[in-house]
């Protein structure tokens, strides 16, 4: 079995000093970060060629922030020794358990994430919130470098745990906190926003604050649900957005197809190229965001959104017929699209598609299925969307193979 990114990059990574092992998720947090570029560089083109996926990757973009980055953080919610911890999932079977901290701080997240951690922790060592840390689940933090809300995922919700949150969170000053939510989950799953939704139906409740978070991208303006898809590195969206652009080249009297589309991030940025725009997405409340964002962002192309599961009937049945020349950009979430979807799309015939990756090992049976479908990948562009950690946002262009330049 060949070996996964992560597999082929660590070992081109030096030991920290001290030689104590980093937690997976920030395993290159310690270098440099050009030597972090460097070593990605060459575990990318060691990947590419021992899948034999054929062509180069091109030079890395690099990130403008590499350290404390992520517009979104979240921390675990235990009870060691009669006190609360919040800690990485990474770090749950590393050490003595009792003596974790009550909280550690990331190389990759903000210190204002880290300053309401430590305020929250200390909050939920209070003898009056006990009853509250029993339900806690996770800690999450989600938002923008200048704005930013909390999220508590408990598995119980009545008025009791509703009057500990208000009064864990009343200083909102102290928190530089714009809004609190709670998300209702009983059944504790590992479901923080960034992997799929669990099974059983769920309940978010707005504790006070903003409804909406924002962003504000390359000139276009968007308002999202705190629980929708939105990249963890803000500061290189706009690079992004700018690639992604100059990779499909738009030409005049095309239409793009947004699959996978969230509120609308790339369909705003892009309908001044377009004859027309079309996104779609399984998530309601992204969908209504992305409709919604046709008002901050009047100019350019008729767009229409569509909320509904991405799928091989989908695709088939459901998805409306191409006007013109279409060109596709699919932003899958990072296990892929489903089973059928690139052979359904590849049957439009589309001039170009953008297949977005946010996941690395995904690209090797995503391309083989778009070649057997009579695609071929024209250029290839990783973006350090991750930096500290071993994965890469990659964007692969694709034209079909009889006509490719």
């Given at each position: 079995?060949?070996?996964?990114?992560?597999?082929?990059?660590?070992?081109?990574?030096?030991?920290?000093?001290?030689?104590?092992?980093?937690?997976?998720?920030?395993?290159?947090?310690?270098?440099?970060?050009?030597?972090?570029?460097?070593?990605?560089?060459?575990?990318?083109?060691?990947?590419?060629?021992?899948?034999?996926?054929?062509?180069?990757?091109?030079?890395?973009?690099?990130?403008p922030r590499p350290r404390h980055?992520?517009?979104?953080?979240?921390?675990?919610?235990?009870?060691?020794?009669?006190?609360?911890?919040?800690?990485?999932?990474?770090?749950?079977?590393?050490?003595?358990?009792?003596?974790?901290?009550?909280?550690?701080?990331?190389?990759?997240?903000?210190?204002?994430?880290?300053?309401?951690?430590?305020?929250?922790?200390?909050?939920?060592?209070?003898?009056?919130?006990?009853?509250?840390?029993?339900?806690?689940?996770?800690?999450?933090?989600?938002?923008?470098?200048?704005?930013?809300?909390?999220?508590?995922?408990?598995?119980?919700?009545?008025?009791?745990?509703?009057?500990?949150?208000?009064?864990?969170?009343?200083?909102?000053?102290?928190?530089?906190?714009?809004?609190?939510?709670?998300?209702?989950?009983?059944?504790?799953?590992?479901?923080?926003?960034?992997?799929?939704?669990?099974?059983?139906?769920?309940?978010?409740?707005?504790?006070?604050?903003?409804?909406?978070?924002?962003?504000?991208?390359?000139?276009?303006?968007?308002?999202?649900?705190?629980?929708?898809?939105?990249?963890?590195?803000?500061?290189?969206?706009?690079?992004?957005?700018?690639?992604?652009?100059?990779?499909?080249?738009?030409?005049?009297?095309?239409?793009?197809?947004?699959?996978?589309?969230?509120?609308?991030?790339?369909?705003?940025?892009?309908?001044?190229?377009?004859?027309?725009?079309?996104?779609?997405?399984?998530?309601?409340?992204?969908?209504?965001?992305?409709?919604?964002?046709?008002?901050l962002n009047p100019r350019g192309?008729?767009?229409?959104?569509?909320?509904?599961?991405?799928?091989?009937?989908?695709?088939?049945?459901?998805?409306?017929?191409?006007?013109?020349?279409?060109?596709?950009?699919?932003?899958?979430?990072?296990?892929?699209?489903?089973?059928?979807?690139?052979?359904?799309?590849?049957?439009?015939?589309?001039?170009?598609?953008?297949?977005?990756?946010?996941?690395?090992?995904?690209?090797?049976?995503?391309?083989?299925?778009?070649?057997?479908a009579g695609y071929a990948p024209?250029?290839?562009?990783?973006?350090?969307?991750?930096?500290?950690?071993?994965?890469?946002?990659?964007?692969?262009?694709?034209?079909?193979?009889?006509?490719?330049?």
């Open positions: 079995m060949t070996a996964s990114f992560a597999e082929t990059l660590l070992p081109l990574v030096p030991a920290p000093p001290g030689g104590k092992a980093p937690a997976e998720h920030e395993s290159l947090a310690h270098l440099a970060y050009g030597d972090e570029l460097a070593i990605k560089q060459e575990g990318l083109k060691r990947f590419w060629r021992a899948h034999r996926l054929g062509g180069a990757p091109e030079a890395i973009v690099a990130s980055y992520r517009t979104s953080s979240k921390r675990r919610v235990a009870v060691i020794d009669g006190r609360p911890v919040l800690f990485l999932a990474e770090l749950r079977q590393r050490g003595q358990r009792s003596k974790l901290p009550s909280f550690t701080a990331s190389a990759l997240e903000p210190e204002e994430h880290a300053a309401v951690y430590r305020r929250v922790v200390e909050g939920l060592s209070e003898p009056a919130m006990r009853m509250l840390v029993s339900h806690l689940n996770y800690l999450i933090i989600r938002g923008s470098y200048e704005e930013r809300v909390l999220v508590l995922n408990v598995d119980e919700l009545d008025g009791a745990i509703l009057r500990r949150i208000k009064q864990l969170t009343a200083d909102a000053e102290a928190l530089s906190l714009r809004g609190v939510f709670v998300y209702f989950d009983p059944t504790r799953s590992s479901y923080h926003f960034e992997s799929r939704r669990p099974e059983a139906p769920v309940t978010f409740k707005r504790i006070w604050g903003v409804e909406q978070l924002t962003a504000k991208y390359c000139g276009c303006r968007y308002r999202y649900h705190p629980t929708s898809f939105s990249q963890v590195n803000a500061s290189i969206v706009p690079e992004l957005l700018v690639r992604a652009r100059e990779m499909l080249a738009p030409a005049a009297g095309q239409s793009l197809l947004d699959l996978y589309c969230g509120y609308g991030l790339f369909s705003h940025y892009l309908a001044p190229s377009y004859a027309r725009v079309l996104g779609v997405d399984a998530e309601g409340p992204a969908i209504r965001a992305a409709a919604a964002n046709v008002r192309a008729p767009r229409r959104f569509i909320a509904a599961r991405i799928d091989r009937d989908f695709v088939a049945g459901s998805l409306p017929r191409p006007h013109g020349g279409e060109v596709i950009l699919l932003d899958p979430p990072r296990n892929g699209p489903q089973h059928g979807v690139v052979t359904g799309l590849a049957q439009r015939r589309p001039a170009r598609v953008l297949h977005v990756f946010c996941e690395v090992d995904q690209i090797p049976p995503s391309l083989e299925r778009w070649r057997a024209k250029r290839v562009v990783a973006l350090d969307m991750f930096p500290g950690s071993p994965n890469l946002e990659v964007l692969v262009l694709l034209s079909p193979a009889a006509t490719r330049g």
